[in-house]
C-alpha cells in the first residue's frame, strides 16, 4: 500500500526549462549562421587587401587570414550578446506563455485542498491552454456532482437503513420481556441486529470517508491516537494483552474525527488479532524530514506476504472471511487505508517474522506557517 517514493533531484521550473531553451536555441541559430559566415569568407581570394578609402588604412585588416581572425573574435562577442538576450528574453516570454499554467496550477491546489467549488475560468484566445482549463472545470463540474449525489445517497441510506434496524432491535426487547419466549433465539436475532447495525455504521463511515472535502486543521496526531489507546484499555485486559504506548509530539493538518477512527482502528486490529497473553505497541514519532509516523505492532498469527497485501480489501478479515468471535467487519483496515489517502499519507503493512502485524502509517509534516 506504500506508494513509490519520489526519484531525488533538484527541482527545475519549466519555465527555467523553457528559458534555457531559448537561450539555447538562439545561440546555436546564431552560431550556426556565423559558420556559414566563416566558410563563406574562405573562399575569398588570399591575396593582399587594400582600401579605396584612406581613412580606413588603419584598420589594420589586409589579407583573408586576418578577415578570418577578426571574425571569429567578432563571432565570440556576438554569441555572448545572444545568450544574454537569449536568457533575459526566453524568461519574459517563458513567463509570458507560462502565465496560464499558474492559474491552473493554483486551481489544482485549491481543489487538493478540499475547494470543489473552485473553478480556473480562464480567458483569452481558443488555444491549448484554454482548452485545458475548460476541460479541467468540467471534471470539477462532474466530481462536485458526484460527490454531492454521494453524500444524499450516505444520508438517505444512514435514515433509511438504521430505522428498520432500530425498529428489530425495539420489538427485540420487547419480545425478551413477553413470556414463553426462546431466550436463545432472541439472544441470537439480538446479536445477528446489533452485528448488522455495527456493519451499517462501518459501511456509512467508510462512505464518509470518500466524501470528505474540507474538514483539516492543525492538529497533534499524538491526541488522537492517545485517545484510541484509552478507550481501547478495557478491551486489552479483557483480552489479556499487555498493550504499550510511547507518544510524542507529531504535528500534522488533518480532520481530527477522521485520525481518531484510524487510531481506534489500528489499536483494536492490535488487540483482535492477537494472541492469549500477547502484546501490542502503539507509538507516535516525527521522521526525519519533520512528517509524522504512527506505528502499531502486536503478536498474532503468522502471515503471509500474500495475504498482507489484501488486508486493506473491504470485508477482509486477518483470520480471513470469518471469525469465531463475531467481532469486526472487515473495514478497519480498509478505513485506514481511505483515511490515509484523504489526508496525502502513506500506510505500509509488514508481516512480523514471529507473527503478528507492523503497521506504519506517515503523514506530511504540518507547514511551518500553520
Known amino acids: 500500500m506504500s506508494r513509490a517514493p519520489r526519484r531525488p533531484g533538484l527541482p527545475v521550473s519549466a519555465r527555467l526549462r523553457l528559458t534555457l531553451g531559448y537561450a539555447a536555441f538562439l545561440v546555436v541559430a546564431g552560431a550556426a549562421i556565423l559558420v556559414g559566415v566563416y566558410v563563406v569568407v574562405r573562399f575569398i581570394p588570399d591575396y593582399p587587401l587594400t582600401s579605396s578609402d584612406p581613412s580606413l588604412s588603419d584598420v589594420g585588416i589586409t589579407s583573408r587570414g586576418e578577415i578570418l581572425s577578426a571574425l571569429v573574435d567578432v563571432s565570440l562577442w556576438v554569441l555572448a550578446a545572444l545568450a544574454v538576450i537569449g536568457l533575459g528574453g526566453g524568461w519574459l516570454l517563458a513567463g509570458w506563455v507560462l502565465r496560464p499554467l499558474r492559474r491552473i496550477d493554483a486551481a489544482v491546489r485549491a481543489v487538493a485542498a478540499g475547494g470543489l467549488d473552485h473553478r480556473i475560468r480562464l480567458e483569452g484566445p481558443d488555444d491549448e491552454f484554454r482548452r485545458l482549463a475548460d476541460a479541467f472545470d468540467h471534471m470539477l463540474d462532474r466530481l462536485q456532482d458526484a460527490f454531492a449525489v454521494q453524500e444524499r445517497f450516505a444520508a438517505n441510506a444512514s435514515h433509511e437503513l438504521r430505522t428498520p434496524l432500530a425498529i428489530t432491535a425495539t420489538m427485540l426487547d420487547v419480545a425478551r420481556r413477553e413470556p414463553g419466549h426462546d431466550p436463545a433465539l432472541i439472544e441470537r436475532l439480538s446479536r445477528v441486529n446489533a452485528r448488522a447495525v455495527d456493519l451499517t455504521e462501518a459501511l456509512l463511515r467508510l462512505a464518509d470517508v470518500d466524501a470528505v472535502t474540507a474538514a483539516a486543521r ?7 491516537v492517545g485517545r484510541a489507546v484509552e478507550e481501547a484499555a478495557e478491551e486489552a485486559r ?59 505492532e502486536n503478536t498474532g498469527a503468522t502471515l503471509s506476504p500474500e495475504s498482507v497485501a489484501r488486508l486493506t480489501e473491504p470485508f477482509l478479515r486477518g483470520e480471513g472471511r470469518t471469525r469465531r468471535d463475531g467481532e469486526g467487519h472487515g473495514l478497519g483496515l480498509a478505513l485506514v487505508s481511505r483515511v490515509v489517502d484523504v489526508h496525502g499519507g502513506t500506510l505500509t503493512l509488514e508481516a512480523r517474522p514471529g507473527g503478528g502485524l507492523l503497521v506504519t502509517v506517515v503523514l506530511p509534516a504540518r507547514p511551518q506557517s500553520s
Open 238 to 296: 479483557r483480552r489479556g494483552v499487555d498493550l504499550r504506548s510511547d507518544l510524542r509530539a507529531a504535528p500534522v493538518t488533518g480532520d481530527a474525527e477522521l485520525l481518531l477512527r484510524l487510531a481506534d482502528n489500528l489499536v483494536r486490529n492490535t488487540l483482535r488479532h492477537n494472541i492469549g497473553e500477547g502484546w501490542a505497541r502503539v507509538s507516535v514519532d516525527r521522521d526525519r524530514d519533520g512528517s509524522a509516523v504512527l506505528r502499531t
Open 218 to 224: 492543525p492538529l497533534d496526531l499524538a491526541d488522537p
